[in-house]
């Protein structure tokens, strides 16, 4: 069933490019070469999607615009293929009907690829809600001009494609992938009468984190112990420490800044001065002079320690401790001390220390056991600690630095030199950036230095069967008390309702630019407000603008109401092996639109119609939030406006499909059946039309 040859020599040159081109386009080498690349891309999507996700899939393959060519140049293949043999012959309606059946079904995969929803529905048990949010967001900017009330903001919209990984991974980890060929909005997204919004970076899925703070790990990799597993000594052991500072650890104790490990404690805390950073690393005590019972008092002053028992200080007349002569009184720059008090129980002793004999005093409050919380004499230029070597068992004790270990760090301005290390006046130099510094305190000895951030491992506490190590596995400086934002590594199996996305925007307004993170509202069963990470405004001289990061969402035009979820666990483990939910459908004033509750478990979805549209859905479980007791912060969020409270709360993740080319794929998908099965009936495709056997004559 060859195609007709319709170029001939004697016809004008752009006939003939056409009809060329028409000729190339309805071609069996043109069809074979377009199959295959489909065939090959169809492959490819195949492994996109076992290893990276569905929405990875769509956003690299399915939804680019190279994909949809490939299936148009089929379409115009498949179309010029039969529209070059009409008139077409009685033993060509199989081909024919196979080639509309094509047709029918590539315009059905358009409509689903460009008007198709897959969104989730998350509802609490009790709760009814229509709207579905999809894996995408958008910005939302709330203009607002000065002295105006709320209700007069200008809202405006502003789509963004973002993709399904954080932007930093895609030259990298990603690279064998053409990712770049999918739409991404990078950079201005919209520069309109003043209003200017620039996306810099974009974390797909992000964590929150408080800085400054510092993240280490403590261990040795050649720890033993006891009844130990060979594999576990060759492994080593390391325990995580997670430690942030916040201004005062004696009242906000959310906000952990010490950890109890490896028989010892491990403490927090940032410096603003140079000086103070300095006396930090001076500060140590001379375990050759001895503790006494009270403990050796370490003043810093110039640079130089001056190291003080308080048994013999305590009470006694104000002395000079700088001083050329310290039997002199009247000496300009001599440092006057008197150590006033000592208080057993807090560890801490109370000193006045005074420039000259004119200056004017300044107390002190030296402690033991809080060294972050001890008040210093900035003006005078002194600082100090206390040391006192103590037998302590208990562990709560330990926890609050009561025993002979104990490392201390503490984020410091500027730059370290780490050759400079040790005992004395640091090396610290003059910068704009941060550095950790430590000093490590295990009874008599304690050592002093800078902290590698790139990992490297320092000594830490000393036991019998190992030298533990200490190593930084990220350090977040801040100047003062801020959220940073992290990226999270890429999860396919991770459901949309549980990532955290996070977008790095500049907004100028009438001039004056911020940059910060913003994160992305989250995709949950109640709707509040949004919180100082989730929401962010500039203020310019005549209005403000307020921006947020919204989940694009639909509204179904019904409700779904869950009545009850059920979730059963496997035999000895916390995974679960099913879960449903028990549903109903209700129109907008109450009123159930079916008979009947409905059960939608993992493997029988539910269809249903919009009432008001005719618009077919189909919800699937996709899976749960929870379960949250009293006293977990989501409860209690979720919780708060109900008058009778649940023993647990838990939330069913509906997906909620829309797909408008559904009847026209399974149409043409009947039509390709249908000519396939003509064409076998009739013969004609596969074998040619019979041909009349022609008797001979004999005589011949």
């Known amino acids: 069933?060859?195609?007709?040859?319709?170029?001939?020599?004697?016809?004008?040159?752009?006939?003939?490019?056409?009809?060329?081109?028409?000729?190339?386009?309805?071609?069996?080498?043109?069809?074979?070469?377009?199959?295959?690349?489909?065939?090959?891309?169809?492959?490819?999507?195949?492994?996109?999607?076992?290893?990276?996700?569905?929405?990875?899939?769509?956003?690299?393959?399915?939804?680019?615009?190279?994909?949809?060519?490939?299936?148009?140049?089929?379409?115009?293949?498949i179309f010029c293929a039969a529209a070059i043999r009409y008139p077409w012959k009685k033993n060509q309606t199989g081909f024919v009907i196979t080639h509309i059946g094509l047709l029918v079904l590539l315009t059905g995969c358009l409509l689903s690829q460009r008007g198709g929803i897959d969104a989730q529905l998350p509802l609490l048990e009790g709760e009814q809600g229509s709207r579905a949010y999809e894996d995408s967001h958008h910005f939302v900017l709330r203009v607002r001009s000065q002295g105006s009330q709320s209700g007069s903001e200008e809202i405006l919209p502003v789509a963004f494609r973002s993709g399904p990984f954080n932007w930093n991974e895609y030259g990298t980890q990603r690279s064998w992938l053409p990712?770049?060929?999918?739409?991404?909005?990078?950079?201005?997204?919209?520069?309109?009468?003043?209003?200017?919004?620039?996306?810099?970076?974009?974390?797909?899925?992000?964590?929150?984190?408080?800085?400054?703070?510092?993240?280490?790990?403590?261990?040795?990799?050649?720890?033993?112990?006891?009844?130990m597993p060979a594999d576990a000594q060759t492994r080593g052991m390391w325990m995580p420490v997670e430690l942030a500072w916040q201004p005062d650890p004696l009242r906000a104790t959310q906000m952990r800044h010490r950890a109890s490990v490896g028989g010892g404690t491990v403490v927090f805390w940032k410096v603003d001065s140079r000086a103070e950073s300095e006396a930090f690393l001076a500060g140590t005590p001379d375990p050759e002079i001895g503790y006494g019972k009270q403990g050796q008092l370490v003043l810093v002053a110039d640079g130089t320690p001056h190291r003080l028992l308080l048994d013999a200080v305590?009470?006694?007349?104000?002395?000079?401790?700088?001083?050329?002569?310290?039997?002199?009184?009247?000496?300009?720059?001599?440092?006057?001390?008197?150590?006033?008090?000592?208080?057993?129980?807090l560890s801490a002793v109370r000193v006045r220390v005074r420039r000259g004999p004119q200056g004017r005093d300044e107390e002190m409050v030296v402690l033991a056991d809080l060294p972050e919380v001890t008040i210093h004499a900035p003006r005078a230029g002194v600082y100090g600690t206390l040391w006192i070597d103590r037998e302590v068992a208990d562990a709560s004790d330990r926890m609050q630095g009561k025993g002979k270990s104990r490392i201390d760090i503490i984020q410091a301005?500027?730059?370290?030199?780490?050759?400079?290390?040790?005992?004395?006046?640091?090396?610290?130099?003059?910068?704009?950036?941060?550095?950790?510094?430590?000093?490590?305190?295990?009874a008599p000895a304690v050592t002093s230095g800078s902290l590698p951030t790139d990992g490297s491992p320092v000594p830490a506490f000393a036991m019998p069967r190992a030298q533990l190590e200490m190593r930084v596995d990220r350090f977040l400086p801040a100047d003062k008390i801020e959220v940073a934002t992290l990226p999270r590594p890429f999860d396919k199996d991770k459901v949309p309702s549980a990532k955290r996305r996070a977008a790095n925007v500049r907004l100028t307004i009438d001039g004056r630019s911020?940059?910060?993170?913003?994160?992305?509202?989250?995709?949950?069963?109640?709707?509040?407000?949004?919180?100082?990470?989730?929401?962010?405004?500039?203020?310019?001289?005549?209005?403000?603008?307020?921006?947020?990061?919204?989940?694009?969402?639909?509204?179904?035009?019904?409700?779904?109401?869950?009545?009850?979820?059920?979730?059963?666990?496997?035999?000895?483990?916390?995974?679960?092996?099913?879960?449903?939910?028990?549903?109903?459908?209700?129109?907008?004033?109450?009123?159930?639109?079916?008979?009947?509750?409905?059960?939608?478990?993992?493997n029988a979805p539910v269809d249903f119609s919009d009432p008001a549209t005719g618009r077919s859905y189909r919800l699937f479980q996709e899976s749960f939030m929870g379960p949250w007791l009293p006293g977990d912060e989501l409860f209690e969020r979720f919780t708060k406006n109900l008058t009778v409270r649940p023993d647990k709360l838990e939330a069913s993740v509906l997906t909620v499909n829309y797909d408008p080319g559904r009847g026209i794929k399974y149409a043409g998908s009947g039509l390709i059946v249908a000519g396939i099965f003509t064409m076998f009936y009739m013969r004609?495709?596969?074998f040619g039309p019979r041909k009349q056997a022609t008797s001979r004559d004999p005589s011949q």
Do not use: C
């Open 314 to 345: 305590v009470g006694k007349e104000r002395f000079a401790i700088n001083a050329s002569d310290p039997s002199r009184k009247d000496e300009a720059n001599a440092l006057f001390v008197e150590v006033t008090e000592f208080e057993p129980k």
């Open 413 to 442: 301005k500027g730059s370290w030199d780490s050759s400079s290390q040790g005992r004395g006046r640091g090396g610290l130099e003059q910068g704009s950036g941060h550095s950790l510094l430590y000093r490590r305190w295990q």
């Open 514 to 602: 911020e940059s910060f993170w913003l994160a992305g509202l989250p995709i949950q069963p109640i709707e509040e407000v949004p919180g100082p990470a989730e929401e962010r405004t500039v203020e310019a001289s005549a209005r403000s603008v307020t921006i947020n990061l919204v989940p694009d969402a639909i509204d179904i035009g019904f409700d779904v109401k869950l009545d009850n979820f059920e979730r059963r666990l496997d035999p000895g483990t916390s995974q679960a092996s099913h879960f449903s939910s028990v549903v109903e459908f209700l129109s907008r004033q109450g009123k159930p639109l079916v008979g009947a509750p409905v059960t939608i478990t993992m």
């Open 1 to 77: 069933m060859a195609a007709r040859r319709l170029v001939t020599p004697d016809q004008p040159s752009v006939v003939r490019a056409v009809l060329g081109a028409y000729e190339f386009l309805a071609s069996l080498k043109f069809a074979v070469v377009l199959i295959g690349m489909l065939a090959t891309v169809l492959g490819v999507g195949t492994f996109v999607e076992s290893g990276y996700g569905t929405e990875a899939v769509k956003f690299g393959i399915w939804n680019t615009w190279w994909f949809t060519l490939l299936g148009a140049l089929l379409a115009v293949s």
């Open 179 to 227: 990712w770049g060929l999918a739409p991404r909005d990078v950079g201005v997204l919209y520069d309109t009468d003043g209003i200017r919004l620039e996306v810099l970076d974009f974390y797909a899925d992000s964590t929150a984190a408080l800085a400054p703070s510092v993240s280490l790990r403590i261990g040795s990799d050649t720890f033993a112990a006891p009844g």
């Open 684 to 686: 004609a495709y596969f």
